[in-house]
Nanobody, 124 residues
Framework: QVQLVESGGGLVQAGGSLRLSCAAS????????MGWFRQAPGKEREFVAA????????YYADSVKGRFTISRDNAKSTVYLQMNSLKPEDTAVYYC?????????????????WGQGTQVTVSS
């Protein structure tokens, strides 16, 4: 069982930055690939970014490429999402998730564990 706890959300003006963190309880954190997803009101949850177990491979949704950066610190069992140049359309609840297996970064069903989410609101 892996527990994930997100933090770092908040209210920011368009063009601003936020850094989300996701702390994992698992001693085997380095065994998991990690992803960030988001869900806006009335919309389905969507993929944002993912990172492999080592941190050497990352993958981004086209909508955030060049603005968001995912990283991880296995010594701290934490994954981060640095969000720059934020837009009002980035407003959503952001979730981190963990998976061990599967070939798709984007498929929600491949992720085994989810955090409770943190709200990000970008004002125009």
């Amino acid at each position: 069982q892996v527990q994930l706890v997100e933090s770092g959300g908040g209210l920011v003006q368009a063009g601003g930055s936020l850094r989300l963190s996701c702390a994992a309880s698992a001693r085997t954190f380095r065994s998991y690939a990690m992803g960030w997803f988001r869900q806006a009101p009335g919309k389905e949850r969507e993929f944002v970014a993912a990172i492999d177990w080592s941190g050497g491979i990352t993958y981004y949704a086209d909508s955030v490429k060049g603005r968001f950066t995912i990283s991880r610190d296995n010594a701290k069992s934490t994954v981060y999402l640095q969000m720059n140049s934020l837009k009002p359309e980035d407003t959503a609840v952001y979730y981190c998730a963990a998976k061990r297996y599967g070939s798709s970064w984007q498929a929600l069903k491949e992720y085994d564990y989810w955090g409770q989410g943190t709200q990000v609101t970008v004002s125009s």
